[in-house]
């Protein structure tokens, strides 16, 4: 790791040092080709692990409400393996799931699907990312916790 995010103050908790540098916004959230340059901050192993099972779960669950382009491949590609390696979620998912009817844009009624979702989880996980960026030069940005 560079010590650019070595022995700093974790962003996180404000309190431990930092052991580690953290993805604020987690790679998996996006497709390979898109992972580069996402900002960083220096986090100490208990946040980073703390927001690393968030992640997981959002980066899991979330594409499913996906309506974008881009939204089967994150299904068939990286949200496949996310579930090849989580059975109690894999089973928690396929056990609620429930089949119900939804209003398209175009007004007509298209038969959907919903998995129970703890939204508990994207609160901690929002309280993790939401931080502030100074508006200082882009070679001096300064990442601070606002909450
Ligand atoms: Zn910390």
Redesign the pocket.
């Known amino acids: 790791m560079s010590k650019k995010y070595k022995g700093k103050v974790?962003?996180?908790?404000?309190?431990?040092t930092?052991d580690t540098a953290d993805h604020i916004f987690a790679r998996e959230f996006f497709l390979q080709e898109n992972r580069q340059n996402l900002p960083k901050v220096p986090?100490?192993k208990?946040?980073?692990s703390e927001k690393s099972v968030l992640e997981h779960y959002a980066t899991t669950v979330l594409p499913f409400g996906g309506r974008g382009k881009r939204t089967q491949d994150f299904l068939k590609t990286m949200v496949r393996k996310r579930l090849a390696k989580n059975y109690k979620l894999h089973v928690a998912l396929f056990v609620g799931k429930q089949r119900r009817w939804r209003q398209a844009e175009s007004g007509v009624f298209v038969p959907g699907l919903t998995l129970p979702f703890d939204y508990s989880k994207i609160e901690q996980l929002y309280i993790y990312i939401r931080i502030y960026r100074r508006s200082d030069p882009p070679n001096k940005c300064q990442w601070n916790r606002i909450v």
Do not use: P
């Open positions: 974790c962003v996180y908790c404000g309190v431990n930092s986090a100490c208990k946040c980073n």
